[in-house]
């Protein structure tokens, strides 16, 4: 094999971010390198709780998932306090899929193929190359044939997800950020299991908040066939030394939490993996170089959601990529534009609004949660209407709220509301306005770090005491 191989792009991954941007650009005639280390009967599986909402696909120009890769059709999320009886039910539009991501992936796959994508599986991308200050390719290792060889393109994408290998290689002149802080990151552990006990309520996914289990984050069930006896199950949690791993976490909330509906489960597929769960990286783009989906981070960070928001970046992405190689310009300049579209829209604003939100999120307890279920402090349309809109709550609920709330002596916390949708405001004007080239990003990065650093502060991340020591007798006591 010759050691040198030439593309227009150069895609490293083939997770949904990477496989969706390089069916997208083989379809506008381009020559596109995919490259990732899973063998080609193995693209597509990942550990995830396979849930994307249909709307994702509206703007992308992606078709859905086929009915055979569909695991489950949901209508919405419900949101569940400690106690299990209150609910709150967040509406999707047009509903969901639970995708069975192996097969989600094998069709995405077959996508690109016929596009005319070439693939480089059971291939690791070991090193991106940069010349005179620009992205060239990767140096890549293969498995089948134990030989090392270059792809070189006009564009190389980092698509490696959590990982980002290529965004850590890249030039420091870029002003690429590369490390993001823990409180920023999940550690998750995911089950798919057979259950002997139908689950009944199949037609939403459920996030459970329950803090002796999944502090600073969220236990999900979600359905994974369309009868009740499959279920995706896992749960997430901030990498903190008084944080037990998550898969410990797990295995108590099954014998404490649902004994009768998990404790003689099938496992059928268990793992554990991060997800980076904030705002995007301030930038993504280098010369010849752009980074999508976890690699960017490119997540709603209030339920950490990834696959739309990575079908999306891999939306634009391919339209800019493509202008870059028609004008034969791939300065960080032009592929800026890609970055600026991106931050500016209704996800990126979603995005950084949200990134506030988990902030409070994160520092509530479960009795805080249940307070503001239970007694309508927050609803579900309050919720579904956050993702979007500025002005959550019109003058008379917020009145009702702050009676129920001196009522029952948790004032602190309608003040604590109240605050957090100011910033959101004030994170989305900063986001409007993002800068449409590098000159500026040094002082627009200050400013969104002041207003993450002050939230971080205000709202310390809650952490039941003694959660340690007593999941360690727990485990002990189970065997
Ligand atoms: C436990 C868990 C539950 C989740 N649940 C949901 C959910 O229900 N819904 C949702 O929308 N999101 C969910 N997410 C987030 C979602 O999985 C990600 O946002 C999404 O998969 C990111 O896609 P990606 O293409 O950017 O990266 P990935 O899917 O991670 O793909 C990266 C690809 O790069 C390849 N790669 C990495 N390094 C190399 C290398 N050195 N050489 C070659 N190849 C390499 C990998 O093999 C992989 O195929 C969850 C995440 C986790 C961990």
């Given at each position: 094999m010759a050691n040198k191989k030439y593309f227009d792009v150069v895609i490293a991954g083939a997770g949904t971010a990477g496989l969706t941007a390089s069916y997208l650009l083989a379809s506008k005639g381009l020559d596109v390198a995919l490259i990732d280390r899973r063998r080609k009967d193995d693209i597509g599986d990942k550990i995830c709780g396979d849930a994307i909402a249909a709307h994702h696909f509206n703007s992308t120009g992606l078709p859905k998932p086929s009915d055979g890769v569909v695991r489950a059709y949901v209508e919405g999320i419900k949101i569940y306090p400690r106690d299990m009886r209150y609910s709150l039910a967040v509406s999707t539009t047009d509903g969901g899929y639970v995708v069975d991501r192996h097969g989600w992936g094998q069709e995405l796959l077959s996508y690109a193929l016929e596009k005319g994508v070439t693939l480089f599986s059971n291939t690791i991308i070991q090193d991106l190359i940069v010349e005179d200050g620009y992205a060239k390719g990767v140096k890549v290792f293969n498995r089948d044939s134990s030989e090392r060889f270059d792809i070189l393109g006009k564009v190389t994408v980092d698509?490696?997800?959590?990982?980002s290998i290529l965004i850590r290689k890249a030039p420091e002149s870029w002003g690429i950020e590369k490390e993001i802080i823990d409180r920023d990151i999940i550690n998750a552990y995911r089950e798919v299991v057979k259950l002997n006990k139908r689950f009944e309520d199949i037609d939403y996914v459920h996030l459970h908040f329950i803090s002796e289990y999944a502090p600073t984050g969220y236990v999900w069930l979600f359905p994974?066939?369309?009868?009740?006896?499959?279920l995706n199950i896992g749960n997430g949690v901030m990498p903190h030394r008084d944080i037990p791993k998550p898969h410990i976490l797990m295995e108590r909330y099954i014998y404490e939490v649902l004994p009768d509906l998990l404790k003689d489960r099938v496992v059928i597929k268990k793992g554990t993996w991060n997800i980076p769960n904030r705002r995007p990286r301030h930038i993504f783009v280098g010369n010849g170089f752009a980074a999508v989906g976890d690699s960017a981070i490119m997540i709603d960070p209030a339920t950490a959601e990834g696959i739309g928001y990575g079908l999306y970046g891999a939306y634009l992405l391919s339209k800019h990529v493509l202008q870059a190689v028609e004008a034969g310009d791939y300065s960080q300049d032009m592929l800026w534009r890609y970055q600026y579209e991106y931050m500016t829209s209704p996800y990126g604003l979603r995005q950084a609004r949200l990134d506030v939100f988990r902030h409070l999120m994160q520092a509530y307890s479960d009795k805080d949660y249940e307070f503001v279920i239970k007694h309508g402090i927050l609803t579900g349309n309050d919720v579904s209407k956050a993702r979007d809109e500025d002005d959550i709550i019109n003058m008379f609920d917020k009145a009702l709220r702050v009676f129920k709330s001196v009522l029952y002596g948790k004032v602190s916390i309608v003040k604590d509301l109240d605050y957090t949708l100011k910033m959101m405001k004030v994170v989305k004007s900063l986001y409007l306005n993002y800068?449409?080239?590098?000159?500026?990003i040094e002082e627009w990065s200050k400013k969104v770090d002041m207003i993450f650093s002050t939230l971080r502060n205000r709202f310390k991340p809650y952490i039941p005491n003694g959660l340690v020591d007593r999941t360690e007798k727990a485990i002990q006591r189970v065997g």
């Open positions: 698509a490696t997800g959590y990982s994974w066939d369309r009868d009740g006896y499959m800068p449409e080239n590098r000159e500026g």
